[in-house]
């Protein structure tokens, strides 16, 4: 370990760039839970798409897709757009995500919209029979997927089918739309929502990050496990503490990511009330210890949120802190200490000290008070 670090401490006195990854912004499609589901995607396009519809962007959308494939420009002039169109397999029935049906000119385009599915089991050629022989139209074949596909990976993919990503069809789109605003307002958040929640979930990975990570491989190989072995110390320390009316929260019982799992000490009368530890913290040149009050569920947090707290708490209460659908941050207190401390020497403080900290107590009173149990 002595040397690992030596080898970090050398490593990160070098003046060098390290790629930043920019932070993803919060969207309403995620904060509702339908981010990445296909079918909530396709009823979008399918809305965009329809020149007709009460957005007032017009034709913008398949426009853009033609811009993008050249291939298909002019293909469709007028055309109804078709969800879930049901069609007949071998062994069952599926359903083509968008269909565009030009029925003056008799020609189709047949959409398969991916997000973090392959399109290993769409029967393509079932599809184009489909819209071909028993609908009469002629059809085109395109796939829109979230990372590019690589054709060969997938047997099923017909050579003609038209490859592209969700991403270069939003940039195209929003491209073309320059200072173009919806007819409402509700339409233009959707459109803006829908295009910030594409970029989130597309493939961030730069060359930049990608050259860095090839010529750091081995000081970043050390310091992720120096990080992992500093947090699994401290998580070692607590499990083997007893805390009055307290318990070690399981760590597959945790909702936040894993690069923030530190210790979590829920209270045994109320598990969805927690107190999330932070060894180290440093604000201002100052160290101190972070411990949040973490509520979980949403009728805790709602009964909390709707209760008037006692005022010796309302110093530590902190209506800014991190918030989501069933979690919330819902209060603060930094502990002043000398020096980072070690995990035994935590674990010992807080054992000792836990019962006298504001955030203790105020978890104490919701748990007593605020969500009591007939």
Known sequence: MESAIKLLQDWIRQDMKIPTIPPRPRTLMDIIGIDHLENQWSDIYKFFLDEYEEHGLGDLFIRSLEEIQPEIKGWLKTFEIRREEPVKINDGKGRIDLLLLDKTNKRAIIIENKVYHTPKDNPFETYRNHVKDNM???????LVSLAPIDRSAYGRIPDDCILFT??????????????????EEKYE???????????????????????????????????????????????????????EGMELNPINELNTNESDQWIYLRFKDNRTVILTIFPYYEHDGEKYIRIILELQEYDTMNSVETHEMPSEYQEIINPNL????NWCHF????????????????????????KNLKIYNLGLYIVKNVLKRD
Not at 136 to 142: A, F
Not at 322 to 325: D, I, M, P, T, Y
Not at 331 to 354: N, R, W
């Open 136 to 142: 009469g139209y002629e059809p085109k074949l395109m």
């Open 189 to 243: 958040i959707l459109l803006n929502e829908f295009y910030t929640n594409i970029q989130n979930l597309s493939p961030k990975m730069t060359e930049e990050s990608l050259n860095f990570y090839c010529e750091n491989y081995k000081q970043l190989f050390h310091a992720n496990n120096l990080f992992q072995n500093v947090k699994d110390e401290y998580k070692n320390a607590f499990h083997k503490s007893n805390f």
């Open 322 to 325: 991190l918030k989501n659908g």
């Open 331 to 354: 209060a603060e207190q930094l502990i002043p200490i000398d020096k980072f401390l070690m995990p035994y020497e935590l674990q010992e403080k807080l054992k000792y000290e836990i």
């Open 166 to 183: 969700h991403l270069k069809y939003m940039d195209c789109v929003m491209r073309n739309k320059n200072e173009k605003l919806c007819n």
